[in-house]
């Protein structure tokens, strides 16, 4: 049982770095155009959202086959991962019983959303697209509501404590930000965030597995 989860921990690292390489790739290939500027040219890091580059035709109207590909794959990829993190944390990582259970069901929930937004181009799919968002931040912030809880209750104030803090303010902003149908560079540029911590939440969590 300890080397299967072993394996899961290292699973989930390398599916965290796939979606950042491959994401990376998929921005330097995108064709073009904001939801601001049509004309605008290749990815706007600050302009476009993440889901931008999973659209089967660009804002520019030109086709974005080769980013939606290998960025909509490596999201589904990424939300597989998830599910096996969550199903190789067990007691040990998280110091109580209490909430292993709602955290790995509110965990699985959140890898289905991230896969649902791989198979939801946005362009073509944008209502199930957005419920696939919604399922997947949603399901994030009752996991990290529940994770700041347990570390709170056993006194372990370590890295993992500090970084689900930081992450559930990132997420509540940007919730806050989806409930008011708020939608500007200021949105696109909170999404990253959200993004890239929940990423390096996830490789830490990963590497406590592995250790």
Excluded at 52 to 65: C, E, F, K, Q, W
Excluded at 83 to 97: A, E, F, H, N, V
Excluded at 111 to 118: C, K, L, P, Y
Excluded at 160 to 175: K, R
Aim: charged fraction near 10%; charge should be positive; include cysteine.
């Amino acid at each position: 049982m300890k080397n299967w989860k072993k394996i899961g921990g290292i699973i989930g690292g390398v599916g965290c770095s796939q979606f950042l390489i491959f994401s990376t790739i998929a921005m330097f290939n995108y064709s073009g155009g904001t939801s601001w500027n049509k004309s605008a040219e290749g990815y706007t890091f600050w302009h476009n959202v993440m889901s931008d580059l999973g659209r089967t035709v660009s804002y520019s109207g030109i086709s974005n086959t080769f980013s939606s590909t290998i960025f909509n794959t490596s999201l589904i990829f990424f939300g597989i991962s998830i599910i096996i993190i969550y199903l190789s944390m067990g007691k040990r990582l998280l110091l109580t019983d209490k909430f292993i259970f709602f955290i790995t069901i509110f965990g699985i929930i959140s890898g289905i959303g991230i896969i649902g937004v791989g198979l939801t181009p946005d362009d073509i799919l944008s209502d199930q697209h957005m419920i696939a968002v919604w399922i997947w931040i949603l399901s994030l912030s009752t996991v990290l509501i529940l994770i700041i809880i347990s570390k709170i209750i056993n006194h372990s104030y370590d890295s993992m404590f500090y970084l689900s803090f930081v992450l559930l303010f990132a997420v509540c902003i940007h919730t806050g930000q989806g409930l008011l149908g708020m939608w500007s560079p200021i949105v696109a540029t909170t999404q990253k965030i959200v993004v890239y911590l929940n990423v390096s939440w996830y490789l830490l969590i990963s590497k406590k597995i592995i250790d």
